[in-house]
T-cell receptor
Framework: GQQLNQSPQSMFIQEGEDVSMNCTSSSIFNTWLWYKQEPGEGPVLLIALYKAGELTSNGRLTAQFGITRKDSFLNISASIPSDVGIYFCAGLRNTGGFKTIFGAGTRLFVKA | DADVTQTPRNRITKTGKRIMLECSQTKGHDRMYWYRQDPGLGLQLIYY???????NKGEISDGYSVSRQAQAKFSLSLESAIPNQTALYFCATSVGGSPGDTQYFGPGTRLTVL
């Protein structure tokens, strides 16, 4: 089936460093979403992107909807220990049949 | 209070048992979803419902069934549980429509099938 390739699978960084992760697909999506999941909880929405080329920020987080509509990236600036968690991308398409696909996640570890 | 609630939060059962996981939402959303999450994998869509009379299979519907009892309630059943259905199960809701359809997740149900 269709897949989203999310990379990297895991990252070990020092507090204060910037982080970048991305998702790519062979399919076009009309919405890209980025979620964060902490242990024992459900994914929490961080940023939603609705237009190709859109660049959106939420505090220290910035995400972009790729112009080809097949990719998206998420940046975290000046990481802090509470950024630890698993970050998921998701591509949604409502045309030609509903489709929602999640990446496998990027596990982020931040060392104080 | 949480907008999307799931019960139970944890369940241990035996092979062959029938299990029902329940999801309720107070967001007033028409669309509801059931996903499973396995270690190292993304969320996989089991079933989704765009309104009370609409039920659709997702990527991995075999071995599962759902019931949309009301706009606010969407339950997932495992008719005869098997060990490889051990996973974390999430319910989600969305409002639907354009431009996007952001999904909001419940806290999850951890199911173990022995």
């Amino acid at each position: 089936g269709q897949q989203l390739n999310q990379s990297p699978q895991s990252m070990f960084i020092q507090e204060g460093e910037d982080v970048s992760m991305n998702c790519t697909s062979s399919s076009i999506f009309n919405t890209w979403l980025w979620y964060k999941q902490e242990p024992g909880e459900g994914p929490v929405l961080l940023i939603a992107l609705y237009k190709a080329g859109e660049l959106t920020s939420n505090g220290r987080l910035t995400a972009q909807f790729g112009i080809t509509r097949k990719d998206s990236f998420l940046n975290i600036s000046a990481s802090i220990p509470s950024d630890v968690g698993i970050y998921f991308c998701a591509g949604l398409r409502n045309t030609g049949g509903f489709k929602t696909i999640f990446g496998a996640g990027t596990r982020l570890f931040v060392k104080a | 209070d949480a907008d999307v609630t799931q019960t139970p939060r944890n369940r241990i059962t035996k092979t062959g048992k029938r299990i029902m996981l329940e999801c309720s939402q107070t967001k007033g959303h028409d669309r509801m979803y059931w996903y499973r999450q396995d270690p190292g994998l993304g969320l996989q869509l089991i079933y989704y419902s765009f309104d009370v009379k609409d039920i659709n299979k997702g990527e991995i519907s075999d071995g599962y069934s759902v019931s949309r009892q009301a706009q606010a309630k969407f339950s997932l059943s495992l008719e005869s549980a098997i060990p490889n259905q051990t996973a974390l199960y999430f319910c989600a809701t969305s409002v639907g429509g354009s431009p996007g359809d952001t999904q909001y997740f419940g806290p999850g149900t951890r199911l173990t099938v022995l």
